[in-house]
């Protein structure tokens, strides 16, 4: 039988920022690994991103040879301790085990975490791997999040001068501005990355591509070989209704960012304000949108709503992560539709109108459509708005760099292995593909970095 995992009640963790899962005790962790079949053709390997070798991490956990079981995830992973806590691995490795066929699978996202928290807690991570001989080469990766992390890890390793660009105040990307402290703290994400600075990747933040520098002036004026760029997606979408101006509105993107990122959960601690309601809507279903309903619960709104125009079963967001939204006390406002957010006359949203909605046939996702019931709107009473529909990228990299082929959505055109349309530019991630994973971003990566050196050594 699966071992749960610990948790913090839920009557107790909707009031507070602490990670919710707890993680695996030593005799859990080895119980766990001890439920491995070892198949002489695992599955879960195949349908790991990154392709970590997954039975033997899990027997060496079984042995209790805890420092070698590290030694192997981070063989290929450059972020163990993230991806233990945040991939979906139901949907991957999780998902093809074969004894999840008539049973429950082997926790292999709770065993990475696990292996990656005892290497960290028991100093077993501070020996770094010799670079390769060096080749004399810059790289730049623009970009800190997974997708770039990975990318900068690799070609450290491979010899090559690699320098990480960061928008924002401090490194991370999406692990740092978009996943919650509860979720994912921040100072597991930062110490993961102290990694790559013993590797010798120098970290530049506070530089936004194409208002810093640009993709040209990297090559022409810096000096750098080859560029990789993981900028990811942090365009934040919004429905286009009326009221979307209002006050007490949001993007799920500036609302997380304050919260997380400029910790704004400490406030006046931290000097970053954020104003929450007594009665929020989060309009949206994926594990964003999780997110920031949870987040508002724990900053005090009384009443969360999550509406979402399609059932429980259509939502993209991970079933654990409903699932603990439920038990933290988000409502689900399911089969309703926003169509405008009313405000008061000093501005300030006090009210959400939606519409009933029921499902129709299958749309090109295989979800079916959801279709407007005439005459069913409804002013839902709240008092502020995150909209969390999705994000798309930032249109400066295309505007500074024209030779840069996009797709209609803007994202950037590259191939399996991460080449542009221009010699010596990679890209991959959200940038690339739209919103994903952290594991699909962190898969670009590697194959960008492969890709990068071979291009490279020509």
């Known amino acids: ?49 990154v392709n970590i070798d997954i039975p033997k991490f899990i027997h060496e956990v079984a042995q209790e040879n805890f420092a070698e079981a590290y030694k192997i995830l981070k063989q290929k992973s450059t972020l163990p301790a993230v991806c233990g806590r945040v991939c979906p691995q139901e949907n991957q490795c999780e998902g093809k085990c074969v004894l999840g066929i008539k049973g429950e699978p082997v926790a292999i996202g709770r065993l990475e975490r696990f292996v990656a928290d005892y290497a960290r807690e028991h ?27 990975t990318c900068a890890g690799d070609l450290a390793k491979m010899g090559y001068d690699v320098t990480m660009y960061e928008a924002l105040h401090a490194a991370g990307g999406v692990l740092m501005y978009g996943i919650p402290q509860f979720r994912l703290p921040k100072e597991i994400v930062q110490h993961e ?122 939502m993209p967001a991970r079933k654990e992560e409903i699932g603990h939204a439920k038990e933290e006390g988000i409502e689900l406002r399911l089969l309703n539709n926003p169509v405008a957010i009313l405000g008061d006359e000093k501005g300030w949203v006090n009210g959400l109108k939606c519409i009933k909605m029921e499902l129709g046939e299958a749309d090109a996702s295989g979800r079916r459509s959801p279709v407007a019931i005439a005459g069913s709107e409804y002013v839902l009473d709240v008092d502020m708005v995150v ?28 191939d399996e292995a991460g080449a542009t349309s221009i010699a010596g530019v990679f890209a991959g991630g959200d940038i690339v593909t739209g919103a994903a994973t952290v594991i699909s971003a962190m898969g670009a990566g590697k194959k960008a970095a492969a890709a990068i050196d071979e291009y490279l050594s020509k």
């Open 387 to 414: 909209m969390a529909i999705g994000q798309g990228p930032n249109p400066l990299i295309k505007q500074t760099t024209p030779d840069l082929e996009v797709n209609k959505r803007g994202n950037i055109v590259a």
């Open 123 to 149: 100093g077993l991570d501070n020996d770094v791997e010799a670079p390769a001989e060096r080749k004399g080469k810059k790289v730049a990766v623009v970009g800190s999040g997974p997708s770039g992390l």
């Open 193 to 314: 990355i102290s990694a790559l600075k013993k590797l010798g990747v120098k970290i530049v933040v506070d530089a936004v591509i194409g208002r810093t520098f640009t993709i040209k002036e990297l090559m022409e004026e810096e000096g750098f070989s080859a560029v990789y760029v993981g900028t990811g997606a942090g365009l934040p979408h919004f429905m286009q209704i009326d009221g979307e101006n209002l006050n007490g509105v949001y993007s799920a993107n500036e609302f997380l960012t304050r919260v997380n990122l400029m910790k704004a959960y400490e406030f006046p601690n931290y000097a970053t304000p954020v104003y929450v309601g007594k009665k929020a809507a989060i309009v949206g279903a994926g594990n964003v949108a999780m997110d920031a309903a949870r987040t508002a619960k724990r900053l005090g709104a009384e009443q969360v709503y999550i509406v979402y125009r399609r059932s429980e079963e259509e």
């Open 1 to 49: 039988m699966r071992n749960a995992m610990p948790e913090q009640p839920a009557d107790v963790r909707n009031k507070n920022f602490q990670e919710v899962a707890l993680g695996y005790t030593k005799e859990m962790a080895v119980d766990e690994a001890q439920r491995c079949l070892n198949c002489p053709k695992p599955r879960c390997v195949g349908s790991c991103p």
